[in-house]
């Protein structure tokens, strides 16, 4: 019984901060709105089932990617730190070690752009917060980011938008051999129309 104790309680830390984005998270954020969240959950669980990671380093994996965002709640530039503030906060009340948040932090930081993770579960979740550059349904969610980005960024120039999606996409690269194999032909092939389309 002790040593469950010791456990954190991993479900309960992402059903209070997931229940907390559904609720805060302003309707303005129609990119980075709770549905992003419980999307790039979907995909860093996927890629998390190819890369063959460990059970534990998977609830790590799961409990970062629920807090990637949730800096939102409160700011919109730099998030990711203000949502690393909050695992400080909020994690040791279920149980986190100081160095299993350490790693949470880790992850979150590398959802920051330009993307600079530094090990495989870093990998993982910048990989499965932008997996929809290689999707089917990247031309309407990339709407989505340029109508936030209106109302959040001011910037109203779809051809200005354009011209920074086709540097963003030739300078990004997928981290995952999942990503890398699965993904990138299909970010290749929106990058590709999306040149076609300044000519």
């Known amino acids: 019984m002790s040593s469950y104790k010791n456990q954190p309680d991993y479900e309960t830390a992402e059903n209070y901060i997931l229940s907390r984005l559904k609720k805060e998270l302003t309707s303005s954020l129609v990119y980075h709105g709770y549905h992003h969240t419980l999307d790039v959950m979907q995909a860093a669980m996927q890629i998390s ?3 063959k990671v460990s059970d534990k380093e ?4 799961r409990i970062a990617v ?13 998030h990711e730190e203000k949502g690393c503030e909050m695992t400080i906060e909020i994690l040791p009340g279920y149980g986190f070690s100081e160095q299993q948040i350490h790693i949470i932090c880790g992850m979150i930081r590398a959802t920051k752009i330009p993307q600079q993770p530094k090990n495989k579960l870093e990998q993982i979740i910048a990989d499965a917060d932008l997996d929809y550059l290689g999707r089917e349904d990247v031309v309407p969610v990339a709407k989505s980011l340029f109508t936030e980005l209106k109302l959040h960024a001011n910037l109203n120039d779809e051809k200005l938008w354009n011209e920074i999606q086709v540097n963003f996409l030739k300078n990004h690269q997928y981290h995952t051999d999942y990503a890398q194999k699965i993904r990138a032909p299909k970010k290749q092939e929106y990058l590709d129309q999306l040149i076609e389309q300044k000519k």
């Not at 998977?58 to 994996?61: A, H, Q, S, V």
């Open 66 to 78: 629920a807090f990637h965002d949730s800096g939102f709640i409160y700011v919109y530039k730099d």
């Open 49 to 51: 089932d190819e890369e």
């Open 58 to 61: 998977r609830k790590l994996l």
